[in-house]
């Protein structure tokens, strides 16, 4: 048989051109790779597996301060030179640690780089190894990112985060922070105090579950839902709601939407009685204000003296919250007092008594000439005469006002109440004023020529009104009280060294003593906020002037003293509001104004900066001459100012 012939193998030869086409293709892929690794943000190295630096991209380059072509070759531990943070000692290096134990290594969180200008820069990430096909370790690749702007940032939260841990604890108002589920997170120690519970009694527990009597906020869960439901653009939505606390104090809730990541809501509680007392005071000064022109319309229009004492005594017993009240006309021939009208009571008797003066209370009165007030009648002595007559009338309280025209007694005014009466000195200053148009009213039936006269008591009544307005308002703000007062006698001596008129003067002071009335228009929570307004909330402030307006031009007696409480916020050059007049177009009553105001806020103290020095004040003064102020204005103003230093010195 003939010799087996070898096999022919059945592996094809790989053909130059083929290898050629190949290593064409590596290299391609190689670029490819290399630029995305170079284009990668983070710091990447590659080592072989002896720990030799084989690529190092360009974010590597940054942060170590080598370039590739120097470091190339060259050990890791050359190139990549670590410590610990906190003790400055060289820690091992994550690929020299890779390649003793073959798997991926994380840096240590206070691992610092050294770069090769010195530099420490704090950094993160991890070494892990690289395999080929069979497993074996053929190098390491490394990666890792700069931390300091994270740090930057996590240590800015943090002292964030204690800046309003802080604030919270030392807030005088009660604050709380509720979770998404209306459960209490954090609680301040003025809510503790106010409502008198414990941290015991509070975290954890939802909002509208606290067991403690005093708090009972009426539709509290269903304001707080509404806020949680808002959407995502409503992040810093908040309401606010009034409600009682237990003796009788007045609080308001401000709730608000924190953080729309974790849904949080801030509750802040703040005790806004005596400010709703001052609003209280001066709305009854408004009111009152209108009663005293009511009455003097029926002065002027009515001749008839029994419409004109109707409404009298139906404005006193309105606005001084009493039960009856009774006028009685003096004649001057017999010196007796008969009853002309009388309003609240539930027999006729009063009507038809007949009194000498100096017989009962009301001829007491007017004898003595002076205010007769029994707070209760059950201690005091009473005679026959009141005895029958008050019979089914059962009073307890009693006030008797002589009624005096161009010094002489016209009537009494009687004013009953069937419980005790504690009342204020605002409520005898309204009884006088009332008084006072009483008195004119009977006087006016019996001339024309005396209400002209008599009118100036009238103005009186209208002027003690308006300074217990402007005290009131001043009382809503403890921050500027007496500034009403103070800004008023600038603006009249400034007036005064106008040249204007004693008239236009009188305008003048009323306008400036109500110059901020128009705020009562504005709500508390734009008015009254902590912090800077939104653009929206300036909005609305920049309003006042226009509430103003529409507050006090109704009251005829009140509109030529307009011109401050609509204007005093425009300015010189036009940039003012609420209606941008610029120069003469402002009245001149509002540009003198408007310098006295600035000069008094910059001469007083307030809680968030000391007064200015007088000096310094003044030379702010003059800088603003043809951009808030008239430059006129300014020059007189200076004079007085001047003027005043001189006399106290």
Known sequence: MPPNKPERSSRRKVTLRELSDLYDRLLKREAQLRAALYSIGDALMITDADGSITLMNPAAERLTGWTESEALALPIERVFRIVDEDTRAAIENPVTRTLRTGTVVRLHHRTLLISRDGREIPIADAGAPIRDESGDMTGVILTFYDQTMARAALQAAQMAREFAENIIATVREPLLVLDSNLRIVSVNHAFYRLFRTTPEETLDRQIYELGNQQWNIPD?????????????????????????????????????????????????????????????KVQSHLRRLRALRTIDQAIISAFDMRVTLDILLEQIRTHLHVDAAALHLLDPHTQTLTCAAAHGFQSRAIQQITLRTGEGYAGQVALGRRTMFLADLRTFEQNQFHLSWMHPDTFVSYCGVPLIARGQIKGVLEIFHRTRLDPEQDWFDFLEALSMQAAIAIDSVESFETLQRSNAHLVLAYEATIRGWAHALDLRDR???????????????????????????????????????????????????????????????????????????PIEYLRPALDIPYCHHERWDGTGYPRGLKGDQIPLAARLFAVADVWDALQSDRPYRARWPREQALEYIRSQAGKHFDPEVVELFLKVIGAEADTAD
Request: hydrophobic fraction near 40%; glycine fraction near 6%.
């Open 220 to 280: 509290l869960r269903r304001l707080l839902e509404e806020i949680l439901t808002r959407d995502s653009h409503f992040d810093g939505y908040a309401v606010t709601h009034e409600f009682e606390h237990i003796g009788q104090r007045t609080m308001l809730l401000n709730a608000r939407r924190i953080r729309r990541s974790s849904e949080l809501i801030l509750l802040a509680i703040e005790d806004i009685t005596e400010r709703i007392q001052a609003e209280q």
């Open 479 to 553: 921050e500027t009280e007496g500034h009403s007062q103070r800004v008023t006698e600038l603006t009249v001596q400034l007036a005064r060294a106008a040249g204007l008129s004693d008239e236009q003067i009188a305008h003048i002071r009323r306008g400036a003593l109500l110059h901020d009335i128009g705020k009562l228009g504005i709500p508390d929570s734009i008015l009254l906020k902590p912090g800077s307004l939104t653009p929206e909330e300036w909005v609305i402030m920049r309003r006042h002037p226009e509430y103003a307006f529409g507050m006090l031009s």
